[in-house]
């Protein structure tokens, strides 16, 4: 086998990586600052389209985590991206709040609901019948559909919460047409990320949590996967997978000696 090359860019899922329930994860904020004192490149990665990168850079400062709003990549940028690669200049029907309409308009796309291009869903707290009913009609009018992840809940202080992917399987049922989802476990969600900070698969690690989202595409990419214990995924349920990642560690404390 060939020896793995140095990292030199660095991916990490948000969510139980870097914060937990609002919280800083012990030593995330050392890693934060190994990294942008290093100048390694790297980008943090969430599936949450709601936020801007400049309200979750916010969000993260309140949480002891200085991460700029350019190291911020999320499945509403990588929709956008997407979008503009397909059909630069389109229209869309969106469901979804600022996060993604911001990230479609500086794109250049137009939001409209009249014959759109797309039909896009993402996550917001307030899905609308209304707004839904409107979706199906559109896709039944030959509207393309996207998703921008296939989560099926979401986390609230009250408890789970519908998200993007149990809204868009009843827009399924309703049209019978699947969405193309953009955010993981869709590669396209780090190729994207990759591109953005003009990083290689053979010399970038993606974090993560989750075997079945963050490991599972970071693999398909072709990135060093490192699965951190402080999130989904415990240790006793890896090998339940037909893959396993590149490296298991506790925490992304364990990984500041690895940042030069």
Same mark, same amino acid.
């Given at each position: 086998?060939?020896e793995?090359?140095?990292?030199?860019?660095?991916?990490?899922?948000?969510?139980?990586?870097?914060?937990?329930?609002?919280?800083?994860?012990?030593g995330?904020d050392?890693?934060?600052?190994?990294?942008?004192?290093?100048?390694r490149?790297?980008l943090?990665?969430?599936?949450n389209?709601?936020?801007?990168?400049?309200?979750?850079?916010?969000?993260?400062?309140?949480?002891?985590?200085?991460?700029?709003?350019?190291?911020?990549?999320?499945?509403a940028?990588?929709?956008?991206?997407?979008?503009?690669?397909? /059909?630069?200049?389109?229209?869309?029907?969106?469901?979804? !709040? &600022? #996060? @993604?309409? =911001?990230? %479609?308009?500086?794109? *250049?796309?137009?939001?409209?609901?009249?014959?759109?291009?797309?039909?896009?869903?993402?996550?917001?707290?307030?899905?609308?019948?209304?707004?839904?009913?409107?979706?199906?009609?559109?896709?039944?009018?030959?509207?393309?559909?996207?998703?921008?992840?296939?989560?099926?809940?979401?986390?609230?202080?009250?408890?789970?919460?519908p998200?993007?992917?149990?809204?868009?399987?009843?827009?399924?049922?309703?049209?019978?047409?699947?969405?193309y989802?953009v955010?993981?476990?869709?590669?396209?969600?780090?190729?994207?990320?990759?591109?953005?900070?003009d990083?290689?698969s053979?010399?970038t690690?993606m974090i993560g949590? /989750?075997?079945?989202?963050?490991?599972v595409?970071?693999? !398909? &990419? #072709? @990135?060093? =996967?490192? %699965?951190?214990?402080? *999130?989904?995924?415990?240790?006793?349920?890896?090998?339940?997978?037909?893959?396993?990642?590149?490296?298991v560690?506790?925490?992304?404390?364990?990984?500041?000696?690895?940042?030069?």
């Open positions: 086998m060939n793995p090359k140095p990292i030199e860019c660095w991916l990490s899922d948000m969510d139980g990586v870097l914060v937990h329930e609002g919280s800083p994860v012990p995330a050392q890693f934060i600052r190994k990294l942008r004192d290093s100048g490149r790297f943090v990665l969430t599936n389209s709601i936020y801007t990168p400049r309200d979750l850079s916010v969000r993260l400062r309140a949480a002891g985590l200085e991460v700029p709003p350019e190291a911020i990549w999320t499945s940028l990588a929709t956008a991206r997407f979008l503009d690669d397909q /059909r630069p200049g389109g229209s869309a029907y969106v469901i979804g !709040e &600022a #996060g @993604l309409t =911001t990230a %479609l308009h500086e794109s *250049g796309y137009i939001l409209t609901d009249t014959d759109p291009d797309y039909v896009v869903l993402g996550e917001t707290r307030t899905y609308s019948f209304t707004a839904i009913t409107k979706a199906i009609r559109l896709i039944d009018s030959g509207s393309r559909f996207i998703a921008t992840n296939p989560d099926a809940v979401g986390p609230s202080n009250e408890g789970s919460l998200a993007c992917g149990a809204v868009a399987a009843m827009i399924t049922k309703a049209t019978g047409v699947e969405p989802f955010g993981k476990p869709n590669p396209m969600m780090m190729r994207s990320a990759l591109n953005a900070i990083g290689h053979e010399s690690a949590d /989750r075997m079945d989202t963050d490991i595409s970071g693999m !398909e &990419a #072709g @990135l060093h =996967t490192i %699965l951190v214990l402080t *999130g989904v995924t415990s240790e006793g349920q890896i090998d339940r997978y037909p893959f396993r990642p590149s490296r560690v506790q925490s992304v404390a364990d990984l500041i000696d690895l940042v030069e």
